[in-house]
């Protein structure tokens, strides 16, 4: 019973074999990796280098980073009452919409011009040119109200301390910045200068561009370069480049962050950022006591008018009519007209304030209103609609920097804006006309008290008159200058309610590269890249090279390997009988007795599916090691079409097989001698015209019938099963056969041309052979070839001639 018959109890499924097998699995793999460790080994050196000098001339980029608090607002009591009118005002500042102006344009635009970042300068480096920030060597100045070419690289070589040559460095990178237009940049086809030597201090100018190279200390001999770039690129770059987001989700604290080669720059912007916020804030903060001041300059400038020709009118009549004061029935009655006229000139005040608030919401001039309580209205309603709507006008501002008109939230606060307006516009209608309504009550009254200043003299009369009309305009001028004097106060004390909690500082080490995690990238695709390139080699192959996944290929048992031969000899069984493949023919002829047991005599049949896969080589070193053997041993070459026996035996192909089968000749007379003790040889002989047909006749049977009663083993060359069809004939005279495949020759598949020999050509008892296994492929590991012999001087004696690699040696070893 052979040990892998299905009837052989051992190959019963056992997890422990089943456990053995995998890891057999992992060290075949292992192995066919190991054999290209040189190429690995370099390509992971390959990729630590260029991990280690990317690292070294990769520009560093550090983190900047400051936090700014975001304080709310706490509801007023006016955004109680507007809320309990049911118009839904939420007073409290959202965090999302600070970030958003943060992150802004706009700012980013007003921050920019602050700075003076339109011109970025660069130092000659090895690789490229290095950024330079702050103390630069040169000073270029440029005329951006005209036309001016950015995005380009100028190239600047001092050549002593009053000129330079300048130069453009690539001509199609060049676009026009219109400041006319600035959101549109035209790009040049190509750019280039009509002269190359300036002085510093010269203009240099031309179509599209403007500026001045200054000297401040660039030495002769040094190259710098520098690159135009306009504001709104610059802006939108900078935008993108910084970072906002909250501390944590329950602090309003706002950390600003900025990754940049630059960290002195990245400060600088940052922290000129954080100014022009608070800046922004203030100014919002200040609006109304801007616009109360310049509403009390406008009634001021008509009252100092009239003050001054009222005052020039009461001293001319007191000087002509030499009259002073007033007698004590005309002081009784200037002291109630006084305090009339004082509260008429309150109302009309209060009156043009509440039409001058009335033509500002028709017109939409909400930007423009005015406090109620800085000019004397007391209304609570009215004033708290008034702050409301500044307060969301100021809201819509601060959130059209992030937002378009489409967005939900300009959606919203433009309908709270016109929710409130209409409210205010009823309010302020209804204070008018009840403005009026007083007003026209204290003219009534006025106007009895009138009658009594008839009844004093003309002179007390006129001098009533003058002195009326001067007190009325002083008081008002005297208020007026009080309010003003208030808004001023109030928008002198203004602080923004956000605050700088830290100001920008950047870390000490640089966030990239990352030097130890860019070393183990290297490291990995050094590693990696080798082994997939031999991963997708092997799944590509279309060769026989793993034993194992012949062996599950294949229907029958793969009963042997036969290593590759050393030497240049096709009979190492004879010319080498110390060899390992010498021992692999042995290891075969053991098996053959468990195969074919309880036979004196033995017919063996050796084939294979195509020309090249060492059929022949086989034959012929069966056949010698059945004769050293001492059994008298006949080999036949059957390949009547491409004969080799003859060239390996040093025979001449004059008379074979083809010659018996064709002619009278006996099987008897084309037998030749070997030149070894038991080993006879039939050749093929002359090439027939149909060797098909003779191999099919009975004589042919009957010729192998003779052959095997005079000889104990008889061995067959036959020709490749997949090429002729003779061979399949050829099985029934044979008692056991064999199919023999090529590592790294043989196809995959040719593994079902044997198949179908088995299930369909009704073949029994064939087997296969792997021929040529390669010690340097690793995959011989465990079958019997290879290890399983021993190298150097093993326990049999047999030596090898080539030394195993190291690692081999030492994997043996464990």
């Keep these: 019973m052979y040990p892998n018959s299905p009837s052989n109890p051992q190959t019963q499924p056992n997890p422990f074999l089943a456990q053995q097998e995998d890891e057999i699995d992992l060290k075949v793999l292992l192995f066919n990796y190991l054999q290209y460790w040189p190429l690995i080994a370099v390509f992971m050196f390959l990729g630590v280098l260029s991990a280690f000098l990317f690292n070294k001339f990769t520009t560093p980029i550090y983190k900047v980073e400051s936090t700014v608090l975001v304080v709310d607002d706490k509801p007023t009591l006016g955004a109680d009452l507007f809320e309990s009118a049911g118009l839904g005002l939420q007073n409290k500042s959202n965090i999302d919409n600070e970030i958003g102006i943060l992150k802004s344009y706009s700012l980013a635009q007003s921050t920019i011009s602050e700075m003076d970042l339109n011109v970025a300068y660069f130092q000659d480096e090895i690789f490229k040119p290095r950024q330079i920030y702050g103390n630069t060597p040169i000073y270029v100045a440029v005329d951006w109200d005209r036309e001016q070419v950015v995005g380009g690289l100028f190239r600047l070589e001092v050549i002593n301390e009053q000129s330079f040559e300048l130069s453009v460095e690539d001509e199609e990178a060049f676009a026009v910045f219109n400041p006319k237009d600035p959101f549109y940049k035209s790009k040049l086809e190509s750019f280039s200068l009509s002269k190359s030597i300036f002085e510093f201090g010269q203009e240099i100018s031309g179509e599209f561009f403007s500026f001045t190279v200054n000297q401040i200390s660039a030495l002769p001999g040094e190259v710098f370069f520098f690159r135009l770039i306009d504001t709104p690129s610059l802006a939108l770059k900078m935008k993108e480049d910084l970072q906002a987001n909250p501390l944590n989700k329950q602090a309003s604290i706002l950390t600003l962050s900025m990754e940049t080669p630059l960290r002195r720059l990245g400060e600088n912007y940052i922290n000129k950022l954080m100014e022009e916020y608070l800046k922004r804030e203030l100014y919002e903060k200040n609006q109304a006591s801007e616009n109360t001041i310049r509403f009390i300059e406008q009634q001021l400038s008509g009252i100092s008018d009239s003050l001054e020709y009222s005052e020039s009118q009461l001293q001319e009549f007191r000087s002509k009519n030499r009259i002073f004061n007033l007698s004590q029935e005309g002081s009784m009655i200037f002291e109630r007209l006084t305090d009339l006229e004082q509260e008429r000139s309150q109302i009309e005040l209060n009156l043009k304030y509440l039409q001058t608030l009335q033509s500002y919401l028709d017109n939409n001039q909400l930007g423009d209103l005015v406090a109620p309580a800085i000019v004397g209205v007391t209304d609570p309603l009215l004033t708290s609609l008034v702050e409301s709507l500044s307060e969301l006008q100021a809201e819509r501002v601060r959130i059209s920097a992030t937002f378009n008109d489409q967005t939900p939230q300009m959606r919203d606060i433009n309908s709270r804006i016109q929710s409130t307006s209409n409210a205010l516009k009823e309010n302020v209608r209804s204070a008018i006309e009840n403005s009026r309504n007083t007003l026209s009550d204290i003219n009534s009254r006025i106007r009895l008290i009138e009658q009594d200043i008839n009844s004093l003299p003309a002179t007390e009369r006129s001098l009533l008159n003058y002195t009326r009309q001067f007190t009325i305009n002083e008081n008002i001028y005297i208020y007026l200058l009080q309010k003003k004097a208030e808004a001023e106060i109030t928008m002198a004390s203004n602080m923004p309610k956000n605050k700088i909690l830290d100001y920008a500082k950047a870390g000490q080490l640089p966030i990239a590269p990352k030097t130890s995690l860019n070393l183990l990238i290297g490291l990995i695709l050094g590693l990696i890249l080798p082994i997939g390139f031999i991963t997708v080699k092997d799944f590509l192959n279309t060769k026989i090279e793993d034993p194992k996944e012949l062996e599950k290929a294949i229907k029958v048992p793969l009963i042997s390997m036969i290593g590759r031969s050393n030497t240049s000899d096709s009979l190492p069984v004879l010319l080498n009988p110390r060899s390992t493949v010498t021992e692999s023919f042995r290891s075969l002829r053991a098996d053959m007795s468990y195969l074919s047991p309880n036979r004196d005599k033995l017919t063996v049949l050796f084939t294979s ?184 001087n093993n326990s049999y004696g047999y030596h090898e001639e080539v030394q195993l690699p190291w690692w081999k040696r030492a994997l043996r070893r464990k």
């Excluded at 020759?745 to 040719?750: I, L, Q, T």
């Excluded at 390669?774 to 079958?783: L, S």
């Design 609 to 792: 599916s195509i020309s090249g896969e060492g059929k022949t080589f086989v034959s012929m070193n069966m056949a010698s090691v059945f004769s050293l053997m001492g059994k008298k041993t006949i080999l036949i070459g059957l390949d009547l079409r491409k004969p080799k026996i003859a060239e390996e035996f040093g025979l001449i192909n004059d008379k074979g097989m083809s010659t018996a089968l064709s002619s009278d000749t006996s099987w008897k007379e084309v037998v030749k001698p070997s030149s070894h003790e038991n080993l006879d040889i039939i050749l093929s002989g002359p090439i027939p015209p149909n060797p098909a047909e003779l191999l099919l006749q009975e004589k042919f049977g009957q010729i192998i019938e003779e052959i095997r009663g005079e000889y104990d083993v008889v061995v067959f060359d036959c020709p490749p099963v997949g090429l002729v069809s003779e061979t399949k004939e050829l099985f029934k005279h044979a008692d056991i056969s064999f199919f023999v495949f090529r590592q790294g020759y043989s196809m995959k598949g040719n593994a079902e041309v044997l198949n179908n020999l088995v299930e369909k050509g009704g073949v029994k008892k064939i087997y296969g052979i792997l021929n040529d296994v390669h010690i340097d492929k690793g995959y011989g590991y465990g079958y019997g070839y290879g290890y399983g012999y021993g190298y150097g």
